[in-house]
T-cell receptor, first 113, second 115 residues
Framework: DAGVTQSPTHLIKTRGQQVTLRCSPK?????VSWYQQALGQGPQFIFQ???????QRGNFPDRFSGHQFPNYSSELNVNALLLGDSALYLC????????????FGQGTRLTVV | AQSVSQHNHHVILSEAASLELGCNYS??????LFWYVQYPGQHLQLLLK??????LVKGIKGFEAEFIKSKFSFNLRKPSVQWSDTAEYFC?????????????FGQGTTLQVKP
């Protein structure tokens, strides 16, 4: 049973470019959340998707957007990249019912130069 | 705003020493509480969780945590650490409805266990 898988594992982009990160949830999970983890910090919630809609959003600008597909996989898009967007981006999945915990992928390390 | 505070940023212990990592949160309502661990080069893994019931929660690898509602705390403990416990530890809170997926994390504690 595969856990949460993310691609790519590493990425280098130039300021101003756009990036798309991908996530496949753990089997049986229908809810996907994205987090940004800067070096030396805890993960920060970006947004959550279920039933193909954004349901909750953290304190991130509109440059951060996402999508969830019918098979529950998800994408995170970041436009107009800034140097400060360099971070580890984590995807977490869970079953959308009370009393369930989130499972995390290994993350995508994004470096903006 | 909801927040989670981990008091110890970097802890160094010798093997067999006891461990306690502090975690406090700011939210007055119902909370679900978690400790996650990140071993070097690996993804975040759940150590233990509290949703309701017995405030003393036992997790994997001999870890436990105690939820003290009056102190807004959820400290992590282990009686005797091993070298393999070297990792980064994160406390997280899921506030409000237990059906929400938003986790608020502390900034983490790096634990280094010397053999």
């Amino acid at each position: 049973d595969a856990g949460v898988t993310q691609s790519p594992t590493h990425l280098i982009k130039t300021r101003g470019q756009q990036v798309t990160l991908r996530c496949s949830p753990k089997s049986g999970h229908d809810t996907v959340s994205w987090y940004q983890q800067a070096l030396g910090q805890g993960p920060q919630f970006i947004f959550q998707y279920y039933e193909e809609e954004e349901r909750q959003r953290g304190n991130f600008p509109d440059r951060f957007s996402g999508h969830q597909f019918p098979n529950y996989s998800s994408e995170l898009n970041v436009n107009a990249l800034l140097l400060g967007d360099s971070a580890l981006y984590l995807c977490a999945s869970r079953r959308r019912r009370a009393g369930t915990e989130a499972f995390f992928g290994q993350g995508t390390r994004l470096t903006v130069v | 705003a909801q927040s989670v505070s981990q008091h110890n940023h970097h802890v160094i212990l010798s093997e067999a020493a006891s461990l306690e990592l502090g975690c406090n949160y700011s939210y007055g309502g119902t909370v679900n509480l978690f400790w996650y661990v990140q071993y070097p080069g690996q993804h975040l893994q759940l150590l233990l969780k509290y949703f309701s019931g017995d405030p003393l929660v036992k997790g994997i690898k001999g870890f436990e945590a105690e939820f003290i509602k009056s102190k807004f705390s959820f400290n992590l403990r282990k009686p005797s650490v091993q070298w393999s416990d070297t990792a980064e530890y994160f406390c997280a809170v899921n506030a409000g409805s237990s059906n929400t997926g938003k986790l608020i994390f502390g900034q983490g504690t790096t634990l280094q266990v010397k053999p």
